[in-house]
């Protein structure tokens, strides 16, 4: 038996002391503020107008319920932490916090985060946040992650909901402009994380993560970037015909989508050896441009929103 599996089993406290700062990383601070920001949009974008109170109190508890999420996965998640030579300093797996507490303050956090966005914002976006925290603690960090190469693919929803949760929270309702927003992110998600993957695959190697780079080689994961990559383009062209978007939306989206489709191009046309030569210096530009893409794109959507001649 691990040591993980040990302190999980008995619930023993680890060998040094937890501060303020293991359990904020516990919570996943970078996932939680994407949360936070995507959900933002929702709220902001939905049609009607929201309260400030109630906004600022809704995006409260949705980050509180991103916490949660991270929390969980951490606590299942410290075997292969302790393993990955990026993950090994997170605070399970270096010693500093127990796996019992980790998985109290997300157990908590998941009750208290939903609980409370039904009972000041609505029962639909209490919902989806509860359906949100449940697809990546079980489905996602429980089955997909180990199981198979589609991980981040399926996975991929459980990031892609908060701007669905905002709406939710704003309206009461889900229309499909709520959900052209998931699907975004969704498309979004994998040749963002392939990209990560393709210069950390040894990482996952050893964890036996069974991410595209290690089941399919990282010539298909190139090619499924690629492919990915013009279907986000896609997505992302048809949300700026809708209301959530006008004419600034699709000059920004056409851009945006013009570069990663670019980075994306290079990086297909890549061999191992290019990768090596440079340090994987196409795969760093593509996941950095990646995260700029999607600030970019969810922040003119609130933009064209705000404007007096936004819109078509």
Do not use: C
């Amino acid at each position: 038996m691990t040591d993980v599996s040990l302190n999980i089993a008995t619930g023993t406290a680890p060998a040094d002391e937890a501060g303020l700062r293991d359990y904020w990383q516990l919570l996943k601070p970078r996932l939680m503020s994407l949360s936070v920001f995507t959900a933002l949009v929702g709220l902001l974008v939905a049609p009607g107008g929201v309260h400030p109170f109630l906004g600022a109190t809704s995006i409260l508890w949705i980050a509180l319920g991103a916490g949660a999420s991270g929390a969980l996965n951490m606590w299942f998640d410290a075997d292969i932490d302790r393993v990955m030579k990026r993950t090994r300093k997170r605070p399970i797996p270096s010693g500093r916090v127990a796996p019992g507490d980790a998985l109290a303050l997300g157990l908590f956090l998941s009750v208290l985060s939903v609980t409370m966005l039904g009972l000041t914002a609505n029962w639909v976006a209490a919902f989806w946040l509860g359906f949100t925290i449940f697809f990546y603690a079980v489905i996602y960090s429980m089955w997909l992650k180990r199981t198979t190469s589609w991980n981040t693919v399926i996975g991929g929803l459980a990031g892609a909901f908060p701007p669905m949760i905002g709406w939710a929270a704003a309206t009461g309702g889900t229309p499909l402009e709520a959900w052209l927003l998931v699907g975004l992110i969704f498309m979004w998600t994998p040749p963002h994380f392939w990209a990560l993957a393709l210069f950390v695959k040894l990482d996952y190697h050893e964890a036996r993560i069974p991410m595209l780079t290690v089941t399919h080689g990282r010539d298909e994961t190139r090619r499924q970037a690629l492919i990915w990559s013009l279907g986000l383009a896609i997505v992302s062209i048809l949300a700026a015909f809708t209301s959530l978007g006008g004419p600034l939306t699709l000059a920004v989206a056409l851009v945006l989508n013009g570069v990663f489709l670019k980075g994306a191009w290079d990086m297909w046309r890549r061999t191992d050896a290019d990768s090596e030569a440079d340090n994987h210096a196409v795969e760093k530009g593509l996941f950095k441009w990646s995260l700029l893409y999607l600030f970019a794109h969810f922040s003119v959507f609130v933009v064209e929103a705000a404007i007096p001649f936004g819109g078509w």
